[in-house]
Every structure is written in structure tokens, then in C-alpha cells.
């Protein structure tokens, strides 16, 4: 069964640090990873999408790296801004399920 | 394009009573998925629809239940209220692409209460 884990679970950082956030699955069998954005009581915005034949992908201040076969992503977040607090999600397409199976979470918080 | 949009956005009920939740896609997507967010257990995935079929099912109690229309629009149920339901039900929609290789976009919740 996919399981998937973020850490750490919160963080708090001074405006301007550069961030990693970790995940990691058991099931290397995926379709793709995923990154989503989640602010207080709202939905979710995807961030990033990497294929599963893909290394990584990057957005702006974002990137996102993925190691298949050691069941690894990582989030780097560069010189942060209060606006980036929220919480992050990482989420797997499941490749024996077709199921997007997520993480609990890392929530950020960056202060001025 | 407008987005994912979910209605009610707020909804109390009491334990017994059954609810209705609406999620209508983005324009063009045929695939609609939902999932139950709470404090104790995270996001999890309810069930998906794709062209009024039910494609995929997670491991929920049969009180939950779902359907999509010709138009794409899709609704959940939930029969006999527990306390334990209340959560943040979230919804999303996907283009039509095989294999389920194309980002999710989601909607912004309906926040359900039972008291």
C-alpha cells in the first residue's frame, strides 16, 4: 500500500531563507508526484507536477526534484516571503490504484 | 476559465440527516474526483467519476456515495450523519487524459459540521 510521508511537519523560518521541504513514498510505481499549496480552510493550488520520467521541474522560486527509485521528492523554495506561508502538499499518482494518495503535510510559516 | 466551483461552501447538519454536496468542473474536464479532509487523517480520496461512470473508489463506508451528470456537474451524498464526517470535502476536476497524468485543480471546499 502507497504511504506517503512529508518532513518536516511545521516550519518556521525569517523572511528571505531558502527552504526544503521532504517527501518521501514506499511504492516507487508511480505516474507522477505532485506539490499543492493549501492556505487556511481553503482548497488546494497545484505548485508543481513531475512526471515519473522526469528529475525535476521548476516554477519561479520553486523547484522540485524527484528520485524515483529511492521514493524521494524535495521542494525548494528560494529566498521566502511571508507570502509563501501555507501549508504544502506532496501527493503521488498511484500506478496500482490510479489513486492520488497524499502527504500530511509540512506547514510554513515565514515571518518578517 | 472559471475554476472548480463547490457549493455550499459552509454546511451544518445533525447526526442522523443526510447531506448533498455540488461540484462543477472546469470547462471541458470530464473527470471529477473528491476527497475528505480532516485534522486526524489527512486528505484522502473518496471516489473518482469520469463520463457518469465511477472509476475509482476509496476505502469509505458505503454512506457515502456519488454521481455525475451528462453535463460533467457531479454530486456527493452522504447518508446518516456521524460526528465523525465532519470535515473539508474537496472536489477536482482533470482534463480527459489517460493514465491519470495531468494535475488535479481543485476546488474550495465545502466545510461540513455534524453536531
Known amino acids: 500500500k502507497q504511504e506517503v510521508t512529508q518532513i518536516p511537519a511545521a516550519l518556521s523560518v525569517p523572511e528571505g531563507e531558502n527552504l526544503v521541504l521532504n517527501c518521501s513514498f514506499t511504492d516507487s510505481a508511480i505516474y507522477n508526484l505532485q506539490w499543492f499549496r493549501q492556505d487556511p480552510g481553503k482548497g488546494l493550488t497545484s505548485l508543481l507536477l513531475i512526471q515519473s520520467s522526469q528529475r525535476e521541474q521548476t516554477s519561479g522560486r520553486l523547484n522540485a526534484s524527484l528520485d524515483k527509485s529511492s521514493g524521494r521528492s524535495t521542494l525548494y523554495i528560494a529566498a521566502s516571503q511571508p507570502g509563501d506561508s501555507a501549508t504544502y502538499l506532496c501527493a503521488v499518482t498511484d500506478y496500482n490504484t490510479d489513486k492520488l494518495i497524499f502527504g500530511t503535510g509540512t506547514r510554513l510559516q515565514v515571518f518578517p | 476559465k472559471a475554476g472548480v466551483t463547490q457549493t455550499p461552501r459552509y454546511l451544518i447538519k445533525t447526526r442522523g440527516q443526510q447531506v448533498t454536496l455540488s461540484c462543477s468542473p472546469i470547462s471541458g474536464h470530464r473527470s471529477v474526483s473528491w476527497y475528505q479532509q480532516t485534522p486526524g487523517q489527512g486528505l484522502q480520496f473518496l471516489f473518482e467519476?469520469?463520463?457518469?461512470?465511477?472509476?475509482n473508489k476509496g476505502n469509505f463506508p458505503g454512506r457515502f456515495s456519488g454521481r455525475q451528470f451528462s453535463n460533467s456537474r457531479s454530486e456527493m451524498n452522504v447518508s446518516t450523519l456521524e460526528l465523525g464526517d465532519s470535515a473539508l470535502y474537496l472536489c477536482?476536476?482533470?482534463?480527459?487524459?489517460?493514465?491519470?497524468?495531468?494535475?488535479?485543480?481543485f476546488g474550495p471546499g465545502t466545510r461540513l459540521t455534524v453536531l
Open positions: 467519476y469520469f463520463s457518469e461512470t465511477q472509476r
Open positions: 477536482a476536476s482533470s482534463p480527459p487524459v489517460a493514465g491519470g497524468t495531468d494535475t488535479q485543480y
